[in-house]
């Protein structure tokens, strides 16, 4: 999977996931779901040969070229299925050498460049007979490391630090240099496109739009549409051959998806609720995702970092990590880290820098920023003397009821207020997502407990992320983001400062709270380029303290990852962040 690719677009798709807010009673499988996958396993001696599997998706994929702004989790699948990768991911998202098309992978020297030399499998070969080798990773590395703006990429991260590509002592070896150090350099090359892909601006750019003629994987691409993607066997795969003979990713609306696996209509979905019954099994583990409070430090009350803080340490992370995951059956426990996920190797709990839950500490830090109590009118529930109450009523009679929905929560006795004003902080929500709402108001409430008053906007689906969390339109939001194996690369971009662009503007990248530090954004690239892991893990285990400190972005909890089997299907199930072995999926004999 291109996680760096596709980290600013899965974002928008995590952000609007309808995760389970209560449900119970989900069927385990046999792979254990704290290690991170629950998957229905089977040796496969023991999956039928042939047959065709159709897996339900979010939609169609914008673009089947993983590395253009366009794709989405539905390119990811295709890519995995259809293209080579250097490395692919475990259970507990640590790439794992793909012995399919590698022999080895390493680093060669350090001094005065980095090196890295690629051992290629012999017997590695695309779908149209020529053999993989340099040339196809020369293309790909010229195509993204940025230097070419015909190239319509969406990130060159990683690629814009290699200085050469170039054949080794023999047509099996590919090497690799660093004009710079890179600790991810496990993250390149996954997936691997042809060089008739990458060869070209105008073949990147539309060549692989629609159409993948070339593959490389255990499946290859036959049609794709608006509707669905049929993945056929690959002819020329010389690994284990795929089990089925066609998987059909086909786009399918939640609300259709239990009476789809009922009828026989899917035999994969993930789920919102526990939709278990005669033919039909969910699995369950922790998603490679997590949701998260965002507090723009932009503008507003919340630029004042004690308020920040003050707001941060008013949410209970703990009781609302119970009350999404606990009915699940998964653990509860809050997520303390932003750049890995409790079920990732290396995950320590780093969220002590800024503090507990404390309501108490919360109001000191909000009298310490200026904010005084004031006793609100018992007879109308607003400040005394005040116009508390009015913003929120002219704007829910002006907003359009199918675009934003507002709901207000007021403190129970008193108000805070400041220069004559009411601290009043705009919560935006996406309207579709049952459990973020849910989140939402329990937020709305503990806040209210500290003197703090909040207006909850509800707003359209297709608008939330463009219009409100992207553009900075917001106090506090609700939204996800995926994980990765790679922080230093990944997520750099969400969590570094912001900077001035030439013509005044700030560039925040992934940012949107827009709050970071210069301490934070060295001590990213003190990580990307150590290519001790113990030293690299420090300096990430610095950074996530310093963010944490910051208090722009508070994780809550890990999603949870749902995912209903017709029980007859094997080798798939709720991966987490496992990296799918598609030519093992399959039907029980």
Not at 417 to 422: H, L, P, S, T, V
Not at 460 to 489: E, I, K, M, N, Q
Request: glycine residues 8%.
């Amino acid at each position: 999977m291109a996680r760096s690719a596709t980290l600013i677009r899965s974002a928008t798709a995590v952000a609007l996931a309808a995760v389970v807010a209560a449900s119970a009673g989900c069927t385990a499988g046999k792979d254990d779901p704290l290690a991170g996958t629950d998957l229905a396993s089977a040796p496969r001696d023991g999956v039928r040969d042939g047959g065709t599997l159709r897996w339900a998706v979010d939609g169609a994929p914008g673009t089947l070229n993983a590395f253009q702004a366009g794709a989405n989790e539905t390119t990811s699948l295709v890519a995995g299925a259809t293209l080579p990768a250097a490395f692919r991911l475990d259970g507990q998202g640590r790439p794992q050498l793909d012995t399919d098309l590698l022999r080895s992978a390493k680093v060669v020297r350090t001094e005065p460049q980095q090196v890295v030399s690629y051992q290629l499998n012999p017997k590695a070969v695309w779908s149209d007979g020529r053999a993989i080798g340099a040339a196809d990773f020369t293309a790909q590395w010229k195509a993204l490391r940025g230097a070419d703006d015909a190239y319509w990429t969406a990130r060159n991260a990683g690629y814009d630090r290699i200085s050469s590509v170039t054949a080794g002592k023999d047509a099996h070896e590919v090497k690799v240099t660093f004009k710079k150090r890179y600790a991810d350099w496990q993250s390149l090359f996954t997936p691997l496109y042809p060089k008739t892909v990458t060869g070209t601006a105008k073949a990147f750019n539309e060549g692989a739009r629609r159409a993948l003629k070339v593959s490389g994987g255990p499946f290859s691409v036959r049609s794709a549409s608006d509707k669905s993607v049929t993945l056929v066997r690959n002819t020329k795969w010389w690994g284990d051959r795929a089990k089925l003979s066609q998987l059909v990713l086909t786009a399918t609306p939640a609300h259709r998806r239990a009476a789809d696996l009922a009828s026989g209509a899917l035999d994969v979905a993930e789920v919102d609720r526990d939709v278990s019954g005669k033919n039909v099994t969910v699995y369950r583990t922790r998603a490679a995702s997590y949701t998260q409070l965002a507090l723009n430090g932009s503008t507003g009350p919340l630029a004042d970092e004690e308020v920040r803080h003050a707001v941060a340490r008013a949410v209970d992370r703990r009781a609302i990590a119970k009350a999404v995951l606990g009915p699940l059956g998964l653990p509860d426990e809050p997520l303390g880290n932003h750049l890995l996920l409790l079920t990732q190797s290396g995950y320590a709990d780093h969220s002590s820098a800024l503090g507990t839950s404390d309501t108490k500490a919360a109001r000191a830090m909000l009298a310490a920023a200026g904010w005084q109590r004031t006793a609100l009118d018992p007879r109308s529930g607003a400040a005394a003397g005040s116009g508390a109450g009015a913003g929120a009523a002219e704007r829910n009679q002006a907003a359009p009821a199918h675009k934003v929905e507002v709901s207000v929560v007021e403190p129970a006795k008193t108000v805070l207020r400041k220069d004559g004003k009411a601290l009043t902080l705009r919560f935006v929500l996406p309207k579709s997502s049952a459990t973020l709402n849910a989140v939402g108001d329990r937020i709305a409430t503990m806040l209210s407990g500290i003197g703090v008053r909040t207006e909850l906007q509800r707003v359209a689906d297709d608008s939330f992320f463009r219009d409100h969390v992207a553009a900075g339109d917001f106090d506090l939001a609700l939204y996800g983001w995926p994980g990765t194996p790679f922080p230093a690369t990944d997520t750099r971009p969400i969590f570094a400062k912001p900077e001035p662009a030439p013509d005044g503007s700030l560039v925040v990248e992934q940012n949107y709270p827009r709050v970071g530090t210069d301490l934070i954004n060295q001590l990213f690239d003190q990580a990307a380029g150590e290519l001790d892991p113990a030293k690299a893990r420090d300096y990430a285990a610095r950074a996530d303290a310093r963010i944490w400190s910051a208090a722009g972005s508070i994780p809550l909890y890990q999603r949870p990852e749902l995912v209903a089997l017709r029980k007859d299907v094997l080798n798939a199930g709720a991966f987490g962040f496992a990296t799918p072995r598609f030519q093992d999926i399959g039907f029980r004999k």
